[in-house]
């Protein structure tokens, strides 16, 4: 595993060392435009559209979440997957880790996916050793997948090590059979090149994902911030052959927006990444307008 390696400042400047990592914010907007402009169009498919629909990781992560509701909305995926039985089901339920076991206890559909946010979401503030309990808990309460927030403000201050070190822990916790997507925060690193070495970072690290936001910051996903962090995802699979998945969240508002980040997929990285296994959308609103344009009439079943 990458982690298992990557402990100590010196391997991490070795790994740094082996990218590029002086990126033009501005050629980085000049190369998403032109694909948004020659691309994205010819993705504009029914096919497109169901796939999309079944990488969705439909989420709840309300102050208001109470056993109850986060039950009525599990139950929903489960009456989804007889009403609409010739589509595809999402492919996750991302809740918070006190959830994860009613999740775990009533979903009905296989291959659906547990995910949990984990290690003091949103902020990733607090002291390893409650991040590592609550994700190893949201694990023994039938979690699959667990979504962490990279350490922004460590990160920012050049703490790489220490970003490293929590990263590699939290992983450990959640042992090699549960995926871990590592949140970047990509509204708050600034810069394209912050948002490569965040990348790198998070991936030598262990991460399975690399993830935008939590959509709790005021700059959620971005088709830029895309871009750079599928560059990363090739650069790296390149020189280790590991795959990675990737996982832009909030602020997905439209059909649109989620073709346009299909389409940076499929042409940054391409073909190999278009299953519902390595590409996933963070966002909950977007089922709804998916199914009614695949219905072809308006529907609000989530």
Not at 42 to 60: A, C, Q, R, Y
Not at 232 to 252: H, L, M, S
Request: aromatic share 8%; net charge negative.
């Amino acid at each position: 595993m990458a982690n298992e390696t990557f402990n100590n400042i010196s391997k991490i400047e070795e790994a740094l060392g082996k990218y590029n990592l002086d990126i033009d914010d501005a050629q980085v907007k000049d190369a998403v435009k032109r694909i948004i402009a020659e691309k994205v169009p010819e993705n504009d498919t029914m096919e497109v559209k169901k796939f999309l629909f079944g990488s969705i990781e439909l989420t709840t992560l309300k102050t208001t979440d109470s056993e109850e509701s986060v039950l009525a909305f599990t139950e929903r995926v489960n009456d989804f997957d007889a009403q609409y039985p010739d589509l595809p089901h999402v492919a996750t339920i991302c809740v918070y880790p006190c959830f994860a076991r009613t999740v775990s206890q009533s979903l009905e559909v296989d291959g659906v996916e547990i995910a949990c946010v984990s290690g003091s979401f949103p902020s990733s503030q607090a002291l390893i050793e409650v991040k590592v309990a609550e994700t190893a808990l949201a694990v023994k309460d039938g979690a699959t997948e667990i979504d962490i927030v990279m350490p922004v403000g460590k990160f920012l201050s050049g703490d790489y090590e220490g970003v490293a070190d929590d990263i590699s822990e939290l992983k450990n916790a959640c042992g090699k059979d549960v995926a871990m997507k590592v949140i970047l925060e990509t509204g708050c690193l600034g810069t394209a090149a912050n948002i490569k070495k965040a990348s790198i970072l998070s991936m030598y690290a262990g991460a399975d994902y690399i993830k935008t936001s939590t959509g709790k910051e005021k700059i959620s996903a971005t088709p830029e911030a895309a871009y750079v962090m599928c560059q990363a995802i090739r650069e790296f699979y390149d020189e280790t052959g590991i795959q990675i998945g990737f996982k832009p969240a909030g602020g997905i508002n439209t059909v649109m927006d989620a073709i346009t980040y299909y389409t940076i997929v499929k042409e940054v990285l391409g073909e190999k990444w278009l299953t519902n296994r390595w590409i996933r959308l963070g966002t909950s609103r977007l089922a709804n307008l998916l199914l009614s344009e695949i219905e072809g009439e308006e529907i609000k079943f989530f």
